[in-house]
């Protein structure tokens, strides 16, 4: 495998696990994220109902102790006082009430906390009480009021009921460089014949009344457990910062921020899903306020209204949760880094594996080729292989021995004993040699003749040595060689020293081999044998005249006329030059003349075909002279016979050749 596929194994084995992993784990902690933001926009409808309570609460509060304050006779009568005479009065009476009116107004100051101011003014907008939350207070203070919207409206309300203006920078009392966010709330004060005499003016708080909100302030905000909003309906942000100074106060929500804007401008009220957050949010319309207080009505500046409260809480994600708890983290971490690590050791250890089964596939492949190779060697050698036991039976052999037997594999092995295909005349050598196997020297050779299935007999040379093991003799292994081509040859040389090359006869050497089987023969059964010497006459004239070779087309057309002429068993051959010799077996004196003579007259008679070149016919005559005796009873050998019959050729060839003569033994 190149390092190609490596990386891309690597690759897959590092993104597969954790996609599985993923897989695995994010079901998990969807589920458990959805059961979160379930909770907390539960968490969120909760505040969000304890939030706006808790305003309403506060305000309908100040409403009552506006309305209640109105409607002290000690307020009226001060206020009818002064309103008659239009100057400040400092009789005993009216000391006394100012004063039980400042005690009053302190009161209300320092107990509820909550006012920054209150004011008493009368119908012509002239001020004649004041109290603030800053010392030193005037005394008496004359302001006039009368041009600010809330004195306005309340002077055009009737008893009980309420102008509430909407959260607002002002100046704190005489200080007007403190600036701070407040909430005018007036109402009319009338006297018990119900004529007006002037207006009630407490200047909230604002801050406050909503810093009773806990997810106003900031350092709850900074929690991130949730956020107040507040906005009118211009989306103009109305809380003021936990200073009391504003520090958003005034600003469009549609700047700081447009989704939720988008979110609370659409509906009433509901829940909305921002970006990070989870906004519950409700409207809330000051004017209906007055079926939860004592007033009668209230009144507001209509384009602020209604009001808008929402609750802005975190919403729960994937990665708050894992940073909720790093112990998490770090096991999903791990789980991670287990699960490409094991991957990875997968791959490195597989690929290491079949690196290895690759390279024994390899030596396999070559063992079994190898293995192949071996087989068909011994199977096609030229020789024979074969395996026997130690009771000679054939246990493996290899096809060219089965092939010169002429058997089957199945015939033959674990089924045949050896030496049973060795022909009973060779058989005893082979038992010897195999003897020489299974004994100390553990090697033996022999020459045999091997009996095959047609039966024909192949001569063989089998050299054998013994398998021993430490458990001793295992098997014998032999190797075969085929004698046939060199017993052939060897036939063929014999043939050839015994034979005459020009004339195909046989020669002297081959004449005596003859001769001392004849002789014996003839000793035996008292057969007459008779011998006859030839030889051509002036044969050198004819080399001479017409040269060697045709002297040698003689010669085998001698040989051809006396074969033709001669019995099977009469041995004709080539002494040398141009002497030949006939032995008759079985034949008498009076029968060889006869064959001599009409072996004379045959060749006498028969030119030599020596073509026309030589001869104007082609032909050539010769003639021949012979001597002719008997093999004496006694004589051991040919010699003296020959000795005769060539004293009987001689005697012919004095007598004028072309003859035969007889040599009594
Ligand atoms: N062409 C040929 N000539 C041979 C061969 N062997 C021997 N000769 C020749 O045969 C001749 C024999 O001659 P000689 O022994 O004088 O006898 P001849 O001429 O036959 O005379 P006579 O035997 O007395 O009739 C010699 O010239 C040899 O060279 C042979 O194989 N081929």
């Known amino acids: 495998m190149n390092l190609k596929a490596l990386w891309a194994r690597l690759t897959v084995a590092t993104l597969l696990p954790v996609a599985l992993v993923t897989m695995t784990l994010y079901p998990i902690f969807a589920s458990y994220l959805e059961e979160r933001v379930d909770n907390a926009r539960q968490a969120t409808e909760a505040l969000l109902a304890s939030e706006y309570d808790m305003l309403l609460r506060g305000m309908n509060e100040s409403f009552n102790q506006v309305l209640a304050t109105a409607e002290y006779p000690l307020l009226s009568r001060v206020l009818a006082r002064q309103t008659a005479t239009q100057t400040p009065s400092w009789g005993l009476a009216a000391q006394n009430d100012w004063e039980q009116l400042e005690t009053l107004f302190d009161t209300l100051l320092t107990h509820f906390g909550r006012y920054t101011r209150l004011a008493v003014i009368d119908t012509n907008g002239h001020e004649w009480v004041t109290a603030t939350a800053m010392p030193p207070l005037p005394r008496p203070p004359v302001f006039g009021l009368g041009a600010t919207p809330a004195f306005q409206e309340a002077m055009t309300l009737q008893s009980r009921d309420l102008y509430v203006s909407p959260p607002r920078l002002g100046a704190s009392g005489e200080d007007a460089t403190l600036v701070m966010t407040v909430i005018d709330i007036a ?3 009338f006297d018990e014949r119900g004529q007006r005499l002037g207006v009630l003016l407490f200047t909230l708080d604002w801050s406050r009344l909503t810093a009773n909100l806990p997810h106003a302030r900031e350092d709850v905000r900074e929690d991130g457990r949730g956020e107040a909003l507040l906005v009118d309906a211009q989306g103009s942000w109305l809380l003021p910062g936990s200073d009391g100074q504003g520090d958003r106060f005034g600003q469009p929500l549609m700047n700081l921020w447009p989704a939720a804007w988008e979110a609370v401008s659409a509906r009433n009220q509901g829940m909305a899903t921002l970006d990070e957050h989870l906004l519950g949010f409700r409207s809330h319309d000051i004017r209906t306020q007055h079926y939860r207080s004592q007033a009668g009505m209230i009144v507001s500046q209509p384009e602020t209204l209604p009001w808008r409260l929402g609750i802005l809480m975190p919403r729960p994600s994937l990665a708050g949760l894992l940073k909720e708890n790093p112990v998490q983290l770090l096991a999903i971490a791990l789980v991670y880094l287990l699960s490409v690590a094991f991957g990875v050791f997968w791959v490195l250890s597989n690929h290491r594996l079949r690196g290895l089964r690759q390279r024994a596939l390899q030596f ?7 293995a192949g190779e071996v087989q068909d060697l011994y199977e096609h050698a030229p020789c024979g292989y074969h395996s026997l036991d130690s009771n000679g039976r054939v246990v493996k052999i290899n096809r060219t021995e089965l092939d010169w037997l002429g058997y089957r594999a199945a015939e033959v092995i674990d089924k045949r004993h050896y030496r049973d295909f060795v022909t009973p005349e060779t058989r005893e050598a082979f038992d010897a040699a195999f003897r020489q196997v299974l004994g100390q020297g553990q090697e033996g050779s022999a ?8 039966g024909t007999h192949l001569p063989v040379v089998i050299q054998a040595t013994a398998q021993v093991t430490e458990e ?3 098997y014998s292994r032999a190797m075969v060689f085929d004698l046939s081509d060199r017993k052939q040859l060897e036939e063929r040389l014999a043939k050839q020293a015994l034979t005459d090359p020009l004339t195909g006869l046989g020669n002297r050497r081959y004449l005596e081999g003859q001769a001392a089987r004849e002789i014996a023969r003839a000793q035996r059964s008292g057969a007459p044998l008779s011998l006859i010497a030839v030889d051509l006459d002036h044969f050198k004239c004819i080399n001479d005249s017409y040269g060697h070779d045709v002297g040698d087309l003689v010669l085998q057309d001698f040989a051809n006329t006396a074969r033709d002429l001669l019995r099977d ?14 032995l008759l077996p079985d034949t008498t004196h009076e029968q060889a003349m006869l064959v001599a003579e009409r072996l004379r007259e045959a060749i006498a008679t028969t030119p030599a075909r020596v073509g026309h070149a030589v001869t104007a016919d082609g032909m050539l005559a010769y003639s021949t002279s012979l001597g002719v005796t008997l093999v004496s009873a006694g004589e051991a050998s040919l010699k ?9 050729l001689y005697a012919a060839k004095e007598a004028g050749r072309n003859r035969v003569h007889w040599e009594e033994a």
């Open 569 to 582: 068993g009469d041995v004709l051959c080539r002494m040398g030059g141009e002497e030949f010799a006939v």
């Open 187 to 189: 109402t009319p004060i």
């Open 447 to 454: 020459e045999c003749e091997l009996l095959c299935r047609d």
């Open 640 to 648: 003296p016979a020959i000795k005769r019959a060539d004293q009987g």
């Open 364 to 370: 396999s492949r070559e063992a079994r080729q190898y």
């Open 472 to 474: 001793g003799f295992q």
